[in-house]
């Protein structure tokens, strides 16, 4: 007799396979994936979550470093006709995999057109677009200040003012990498850390730690002051925060 496959074992089949393929890349990659599994279904409903506050309003929407989908999954039933979400993902091989979820995703048979994968680093992203809501994955834990500063500057010139901005980063993991890792390697994690901290007192909105992932996760909520305005590409309501 057949085994009937349910819609339940398959999207647990799924996960498996996605959790695999993403471990794979964390250890061709690990410099740019930064994790081992993929976002739990907790960490990715909160990342998602401004996009829901904003209920059947037209948005645009940027998710960055989207890895095997986990947030994307949760972004695309909720985009509402007009809205746009652009998917940014610079693994080659995540982002072949996120077309696939695109195309076969039942919540878009007519709303095809309002998403897109960009193959590219997000610095590299061409857009004249502003964007209500932008989601990073990226793990800054494993880019250099230098790297962390230009990647928060173009989301604060990406988005609208009164846009936000929510991201996370892993509990934990800096003070492990503190006694593991080389003194220069330290230092930069620090200086990485003092960097995001400075976001955080000037825009930050509000903060959660997601126990049930793994690892337990942080996620940072930040808006773009409405009084913000730009003068010459120049976010002039943003202090200078490489000082």
């Given amino acids: 007799m057949t085994e009937k496959i349910t819609p339940r074992h398959h999207a647990r089949t799924q996960r498996a396979t996605e959790g695999w393929d993403f471990l794979v890349e964390s250890i061709r990659n690990h410099r740019t994936v930064g994790s081992i599994a993929p976002s739990s279904k907790s960490l990715a409903d909160l990342m998602a979550s401004p996009l829901r506050e904003r209920a059947s309003r037209v948005s645009n929407v940027l998710e960055v470093g989207a890895g ?6 949760v972004l695309l039933p909720r985009i509402s006709r007009g809205s746009r979400l652009d998917i940014v993902e610079a693994n080659d091989h995540f982002a072949a995999h996120l077309r ?4 076969g995703c039942p919540h878009l048979p ?14 590299q992203l061409t857009t004249d677009r502003r964007y209500d809501v932008i989601i990073s994955g990226l793990p800054f834990s494993n880019f250099s200040p230098r790297q962390v500063e230009e990647i928060m ?5 990406l988005l609208r003012p009164g846009g ?3 991201y996370f980063s892993y509990r934990g ?7 593991l890792t080389s003194r220069p390697e330290a230092r930069r994690q620090r200086d990485v850390k003092d960097l995001l901290n400075r976001y955080h007192h ?31 590409g120049v976010l002039t309501a943003q202090p200078d925060i490489g000082r």
Avoid: D, I, M
């Fill in 153 to 157: 500057g173009h989301y604060f010139h």
């Fill in 202 to 232: 000037r825009y930050a909105t509000g903060c959660w730690t997601v126990w049930g992932n793994l690892p337990p996760a942080q996620v940072w909520q930040l808006r773009r002051p409405l009084e913000a305005v730009e003068s010459s």
């Fill in 110 to 123: 007519e709303k095809q057109e309002q998403v897109r994968v960009h193959n590219v680093g997000v610095e």
């Fill in 68 to 73: 095997t989908g986990s947030v994307t999954r």
């Fill in 100 to 103: 696939r979820l695109v195309r």
């Fill in 173 to 179: 993991s800096r003070f492990v990498r503190t006694f």
């Fill in 164 to 166: 936000t901005l929510t």
